[in-house]
């Protein structure tokens, strides 16, 4: 048996992680008040109104009532979109025929009237994969809502899903865990914007919790988060680029049960 002592961690690399751990927790901290707090103290403001003594229009109830709305549903979908990040799936995965799948979140998408729709969906040939319905869904609303958001005066939306074969290459850039291996089989789904872009300096960030390019008030930065928490959960990929001539496309890989 050897007496060698165990082998140390770089300070230096220890200290590079305390200060990464530390700032995550920072943005995630900041992210809760502003998601959180900021419609709390609207709530607070509303409900100091409707208890003064000055008397109130029916017009300015109306008012007040519609900020109470607005603020309550916004803290809903922040606690909802936290606990999609940060929550295993709670039901059981099926098999499922992916193109109806897409068909029905595709029906069920709310286009903006600035945008066109281009959508690339095979009727028939699309593999069956093994998955959770309800989250995959949620998952690509995000995906599909983060695309729209991208682009608020004109644009495209691209929704395309084609089978493909994983190459030795795709699978070693891979940083999360994927039942995904060379040579296999998978479903790609690309949902693409023609917005304006990630800046490159915050392409590593995108994925954090409450990290969003949008402007204050504008996003919740927890959408890209709980996609990527839903697909790594069906040992899936999900990757994010900017495109080359403009926009982002956002690819998920799914595998294919029925294998060639």
């Known amino acids: 048996m050897s007496d060698a002592a165990p082998e140390q961690g770089n300070p230096r690399d220890d200290s590079l992680r305390e200060l990464a751990v530390a700032d995550t927790l920072t943005r995630i901290s900041k992210g809760i008040a502003h998601e959180i707090c900021n419609p709390l103290s609207q709530i607070t403001l509303a409900a100091d109104l409707l208890g003064g003594q000055r008397p109130l229009t029916d017009e300015r109830r109306s008012q007040i009532a519609k900020v109470l709305h607005q603020a309550s549903q916004r803290i809903d979908r922040a606690v909802t979109q936290l606990q999609q990040a940060c929550s295993p799936?709670?039901?059981?995965?099926?098999?499922?025929?992916?193109?109806?799948?897409?068909?029905?979140?595709l029906s069920a998408l709310k286009l903006p009237a600035h945008l066109s729709l281009e959508a690339e969906i095979p009727t028939q040939g699309l593999p069956r994969i093994k998955a959770n319905?309800?989250?995959?869904?949620?998952?690509?609303r995000h995906l599909l809502d983060n695309a729209i958001e991208a682009m608020p005066k004109a644009g495209r939306l691209t929704l395309r899903a084609s089978t493909r074969q994983i190459g030795q290459s795709q699978r070693g850039s891979w940083q999360q865990s994927t039942s995904l291996n060379a040579g296999d089989l998978a479903l790609c789904i690309e949902i693409c914007d023609s917005g304006p872009g990630i800046p490159t300096q915050q392409l590593h960030l995108i994925f954090e919790p409450f990290f969003s390019t949008k402007p204050a008030g504008q996003g919740s930065g927890l959408g890209l988060a709980a996609a990527r928490k839903i697909i790594s959960l069906h040992e899936g990929q999900l990757d994010i680029a900017n495109l080359p001539q403009g926009g982002v496309c956002a690819t998920i890989l799914l595998k294919a049960l029925n294998q060639a």
């Open 133 to 140: 319905a309800k989250y995959l869904g949620i998952a690509l």
């Open 89 to 105: 799936l709670q039901e059981a995965m099926e098999v499922l025929d992916s193109g109806p799948l897409l068909q029905g979140t």
